[in-house]
């Protein structure tokens, strides 16, 4: 597929005006081509008013066109074939069988809101018989179900080329509950965007789908991104990013005429509790881990464990002593852009200045834009008179703080803010502490983990990939598995309304054969 260097918007491919844009490959250290034409506010009108004309035509579509949509656009990805992985490693350093298993995923995720389409239980349709002799007043027929609240705006993210992208977990869940999309590339991936930006396009075309369905925007700086959120189209955003850009878009978006909801993934350093019994059983193998987990795609996932918190003691030092040998032998590697290393390289020499101990460094290397691995340790009553040792580092940097005693351990977990993840490693003889941990931990993060790592985020029913703020925006909300739908839908009741006006979901004789909620019993009824 060859890259043009063009916007999509609609049926369309627009060259923009407004600027001229390279992508640049981190590991060679060079521009790539072609040239990409950025657009700004006249592009995004364009692409917005093709969403909102196409809304009721695409969200009254058969749920089966839907579905059939959503697995076209994987198979048309999975076409693109090696030259999408290439695209995607030349622009982001990442291995390519790594990026290889992120197609695999996306192509899963797709097909993952095919199937949620196709069962309906998200329309959670729901009905609740007319009483006519109910006294002191009649109860009138009343039947819900969730629609899609209308075009969405999705942000490509840095650190997922593919899946957290053009056609990532954001897009699939929007186009899945009938919300067409308007996306704003990535500027770290501008080729990869646009390739599985044709993909999309092309599957829009085949399925007859009004244009306005997908758009692909592309712009220098902020700006376009800004004009997108605060287009009175828009009905929603999804976004994956830093936690100062997550704050601008949902201000954005909370000063907009109609304010909307901005579902904006930001910042975590993942807690990892490593109880007593799990240290005197298996500290070497915790340890090596451990620091494959935070060195793992260069420390760039925003489930990194940056956090490891751990009582004093001898079964302890024995801890650190081996996270500090499998950290020297982790060489630095490159990251996923120069803006990402230079944040990093700042993050790490204002830890260095905070006061606490740098127990380990990785192995230098001569490859561009590295992250070079980081160890430190850190008493807790220092981390909790330092509230900026708690702020995410984007790499593979941890901090150890040691804990006196539970109680230590138990008002530091109190004190961290909102978190996607929390891991306990624990032992049987642990688990009464940990009954005391897990009321605290419910509170504060959206996964919690036992004896496993936090990085790998599976794509399935019962995932969440989300948490109390600043991890997201939203606590309520999952960007990961089939609940994401969820985002993009709101209920609607319709009260007394004759048959030939009710949507098929709530017609008597069910004629999309769902399950539903009647009078309180739940059935294919």
Known sequence: MQI?????????????????????DP???????????????????RAAELAEQAFDTYRLAPLETRAQFLEAIADNIVEIGDALIDRAHAESALPKARLEGERARTVGQLK??????????????TLDSPQPDRKPLPRPDLRLQKIPVGPVAVFGASNFPLAFSVAGGDTAA??????????????????????????????????????GVFSLVVGEGNGIGEALVAHPAIKSVGFTGSRRGGLALMEIASKRREPIPVFAEMSSINPFFVLPGALA?????????FVDSLTLGVGQFCTNPGLVLALEGPHLQGFIDYAVSALEKKSAQTMLTSGIA??????????????VERVATGAETDV??????????????????????????????????????????????????????????????????????????????????ANGFPTGVEVSYAMVHGGPYPATSDSRATSVG????????????????????LPLALQDDNPLSLWRLRDGELGPN
Not at 112 to 125: I, K, Q, T
């Open 4 to 24: 043009t260097g063009e916007m999509l918007i609609g049926k369309t491919a627009v060259r923009g005006t407004d600027a001229t844009l390279h992508a640049f």
């Open 27 to 45: 590991a060679r250290n060079l521009k790539l081509e072609p040239a990409f034409g950025g657009g700004g506010a006249k592009e995004v009108a």
């Open 112 to 125: 993952l809101f095919a199937s949620l389409v196709r069962e309906g239980r998200w329309l959670s349709a």
């Open 174 to 211: 929007a186009l899945a509950a009938g919300c067409p999309v308007v996306v704003k590339s990535h500027p770290a991936h501008l080729g990869t965007s646009e390739m599985v930006g044709r993909a999309i396009q092309k599957a829009v075309s085949d399925m007859g789908l009004p244009e």
């Open 281 to 289: 059983a298996r500290a070497e193998t915790l340890a090596s881990g």
């Open 342 to 355: 230079a944040a990093y390289q700042k993050g790490i020499a204002q830890r260095d200045q905070s006061g």
């Open 368 to 449: 561009p834009f590295a992250a070079l691995p980081a160890l430190f340790t850190v008493s807790a009553e220092r981390f909790a008179d330092t509230p900026h040792l708690a702020d995410e580092i984007f790499g593979p940097a941890a901090l150890i703080v040691i804990c006196r005693d539970e109680d230590e351990m138990l008002d530091l977990a109190r004190r961290i803010e909102g978190q996607l993840t929390a891991t306990l490693q624990l032992e049987n003889d642990d688990v009464p502490f940990a009954r005391r941990l897990m009321p605290i931990l419910e509170r504060k993060a959206g996964r919690i983990l």
């Open 482 to 501: 089939a609940m994401a739908i969820e985002r993009f839908l709101r209920p609607v009741c319709y009260q007394d309304l004759p048959a030939a006006l």
